[in-house]
């Protein structure tokens, strides 16, 4: 690989590597090690990285907007220049083909960052609200108040194995925090390192453009360094996307501080496809490839991954069963992630396997080396079973059918599942009539909820949700995908009788950004007198 | 008192009381006990609480924002018919004078339904966001997804005891709950429990009134059925006011649920003062007089009461100091909400007066009964000890003024002090110039800036920003107070790819409600297609 490694942790702007720890990365389909050493950070570098950002806070929360929206678009552009020798690197670490994947995934990410410059030229982050002053009003006058929104400060943010471009180094969390205003300190995943030090690269490339201050971004390796950093008193919130124990151990860790802290973790989702029988009858052979497309898409191993299909008893649902089969039969094994998700995935299959009321019908042929598609069927009764087997994420390309016996069991199981990421219906009109009662059911449990589609490939824009109730997520009220992402790491704070030249930008009587603030009670993009 | 008060907890719209231990309302200026028992909840009076809210919540988030506004209006109704006899009765439980504080807080309480309740009619608490379908994009078309903002579910409330109207049953945190068509299982005070009842009565009224779903208010009584109530599953976050330990032992407890939950605690805050030098040249009487007056106004029991006065070594300063203490010999004694109030001030005020460094310059009489107005001065170098004596709130009518040695001093502080709910200046022009970073630096450690005012009295309106980092609060991204406050029991939710016909009424096509939305990226009133 002619790509420059270093392999050191970016603090401050500089790099470092004072630890005897060492990291490598991993061909994820030879199995072969890459020779340089990435330096795992000393507890001292963990600090530094941390005091950087703290550092870098002042300076990069008093930068405009525009300042900020055009850092943005820096570091998409240098994420645009990455080129095939870049994707070769991120397909040898991930297994992920370089295209149309890794192509797509990297133009998600530049276009992420792109979206995000939108939102702070357009403003509406700010939530700019003024009351002016009612010097009349009996008993007592009004004062001037107004209220925008401000950075939390320095935000942690762990990447994702399974989307190494965009939930990784420059990815959404990382674009919503920056957009905010608050700098960051990244926890590269170790699946993924020379993916990583190449777009940390490319960060600080763009910071130099325009001038943020070092600090803004800095980027640690190891395997431990995790629980440090959530620790730390200056980080003010953290950014997870990964597993349900690995979510949870950080929220319980950011909640035990001496000052708490959110996580916002994205965790683990069944997404449940609901499949009506009006449906089934028009399209069941399309939905049928579909869905296995959508189960075995980049392996299974997406936060979206349909793994629980449910239908209630009828011809169709049988006759459904048998295509989808069929569709099973034809899918073909895939190369994981890392070994260490082959054989997660292959525990949650033996998991399934060995539940009593759950069989095998069918399989997308055989491997000790990849990741085998399973398509299973389960009894109703599993559903409401207390351990909710059925409802335990299995990452990779696997799914469980479930025939209900009646409308009432599906309501019932809607009403009492976890929460989720997602929610489908596959439905024709017919089938919606009637059925409210179960969306609203489902509105209370999902982030997302769709009709007609599926779940895997989310949508980067101003209405997207990926969140969802536990255990989808650790707080229900944030999105890690959508605009919406930035207000996780912004909090209010209002101004109370201050002089027009004493107040932020956003909040001054000429509303010089031109957005849009809620003034007196009204939307407006008027000036003020 | 004439007043009908039956002492059984609230629960589904029936009255409950079952249990064995028993509340008494206390006449906080006499201590004597009023005769009618309150019924602390049973065990399984708080889980039949909270299964009435969980029960009444499809029906209640069912409702319109139009039904739920005049649900709210008609809850403000009830308690501004409240009369002088009810005053009389709150003015027994908390020693806090009938007119024109409570009467003012009344109004405070019916106003504050009334404003979320302009709110709902607004419809931008629904943060509607719309991005169209765009069929023919390339490599993928883009479905229609849709966003909107729905209520959390049952929510937890423990009411404040030093506005008994204003922070308790149907205060700032009730009313935004509702209003997001959250049902409340409300924990009521021990420190105005007769207030509780009649206060409760009057929202129990209103749901009938507006047919409103039983359950959609429930209260229970009990000095321990917090701990019981915020674990309970079906609870999905927590409103509080109230002390930092008391807060802080609730967020752990959320946070140790099997689903962890957000809690909303207001805890504590010292508030403090800057003392700038042409502000003291230019208005030093005033200030000294003004200050005294919101230092003992409602005895110092205000969570916004000003604890800390920081100003740098200087004649203005000596003098200002002599015209403080000369206000505070004018002060009097006064009687605190409950005599465990009073113990605490007295305690706080013992610390103070023992910590070496510290001296009283003035008190307001004496009183054995009643709290002294307490005014000390404190050396510079306790504001840097790791302990930080003067940051730990006395929750009464003290304060602490230091002379700082120079501005580098107050930087020094500014940078490291604990988060608080408000941080004032007092400061003409001149003042101003230069001081940019202190500005900023409070920004970083407080909810609410003020210049040339008090932080007592705060202003229920769009703007206000009643929250600030920890301690202040548990989470800087809220405000127990304003509009605002909202938001903290909503969370978003998306539709992908529905029909019009099925979707919630705030994201149809043609915008039936008239509300503001983010459609494509731009803000509009606009109807689609």
Redesign the interface.
């Known amino acids: 690989m002619s790509l420059n490694i270093l392999g050191h942790n970016y603090i401050g702007g500089q790099r470092s590597g004072e630890g005897d720890l060492h990291l490598h990365s991993i061909d994820a389909t030879s199995g072969a090690i890459f020779e340089i050493p990435f330096v795992t950070a000393t507890e001292k570098e963990v600090a530094a990285a941390v005091h950087a950002a703290e550092k870098a806070y ?1 300076a990069f929360r ?1 930068t405009t907007s525009e300042q900020r929206a055009a850092f943005l678009d820096a570091i998409a552009d240098e994420i645009d220049t990455l080129g095939d020798d870049f994707l070769a690197a991120v397909s040898r670490e991930t297994a992920l083909p370089a295209t ?1 994947r890794l192509a ?1 995934e990297r133009g998600r990410t530049s276009g992420q960052m792109r979206l995000f410059a ?1 939102v702070l030229r ?1 403003g ?1 982050f700010y ?1 700019a ?3 002016t002053a009612l010097p009349e009003r009996k ?2 006058a ?2 001037d ?3 925008y929104k ?1 950075g ?2 320095p935000v942690a943010v762990f990447g994702a194995s399974n989307f190494p471009l965009a939930f990784s180094v420059a990815g959404g969390d990382t674009a919503a925090a920056l957009a905010a205003g608050c700098p960051v300190v990244f926890k590269a995943h170790t699946g993924h390192l020379v993916t990583s030090e190449i777009v940390a690269d490319a960060i600080e490339r763009a910071i130099k453009k325009t001038g943020m201050p070092a600090g803004t971004f800095n980027m640690i390796y190891g395997d431990r360094v995790g629980a440090q950093l959530v620790k730390s008193a200056a980080i003010q919130a953290v950014g997870f996307t990964g597993s349900l124990r690995g979510g949870r151990a950080l ?2 860790m950011a ?2 501080r001496p ?2 802290i ?1 996580v916002f973790a994205e965790m683990s989702s069944i997404n449940p496809i609901i499949l009506m029988s009006e449906a089934l009858k028009v399209r069941g052979d399309a939905i049928a490839k579909d869905l296995a497309g959508s189960v075995t898409m980049g392996c299974g191993q997406l936060c979206t991954s349909p793994g629980l299909l449910l239908g209630v008893k009828s011809p169709e649902l049988t006759a459904f069963i048998e295509k989808l089969s069929a569709a099973f039969g034809g899918a073909v094994p895939a190369t994981m992630l890392n070994s260490g998700g082959l054989s997660h995935y292959n525990s949650g299959v033996a998991r399934l396997t060995q539940l009593p009321g759950v069989k095998v019908i069918a399989t997308g042929g055989s491997s000790y080396t990849q990741a085998v598609p399973h398509l299973f069927k389960a009894e109703a009764s599993l559903l409401f079973s207390k351990e909710a087997p059925l409802e335990e994420e299995v990452f990779g390309p696997s799914t469980v059918i479930v025939e209900l016996e009646s409308r009432e069991q599906l309501i019932d199981f809607a009403a009492n599942m976890h ?1 989720q990421l997602t929610a489908t219906l596959q439905a024709e ?1 017919g089938d ?1 009539q009637g059925n ?1 009662d179960l ?2 059911l489902l ?2 449990k ?8 599926y779940p895997t ?1 989310v ?1 980067v ?5 990926h ?1 969802g ?3 989808a997520t ?4 944030g ?1 890690s995908v ?1 605009t ?1 992402a930035i207000e996780r790491f ?10 027009d030249a ?1 107040l932020p930008v956003p909040l001054k009587n000429a509303n010089p950004l031109g957005i ?1 603030r ?1 003034v007196d ?1 009204e ?1 407006t993009r008027a000036t003020l007198g």
């Not at 824009?461 to 949700?465: H, L």
């Open positions: 002042p008093a149309p797509g939108k357009r509406d939530g609200r003024i009351d008993p007592m009004r004062p108040i107004r209220q401000i939390v400060g929220c319980d909640a035990a000052q708490p959110p929460g009109i919606l409210q969306i609203a509105e209370q999902a982030g997302r909820l769709l009709l007609n589609g490939g949508e824009c101003d209405a997207m949700v969140g109730p536990y255990p650790s707080d229900a009220r999105t959508g919406l912004l909090r209010p704070v209002c101004y109370q009788n201050y002089p004493m849009t809620l009670g939307l």
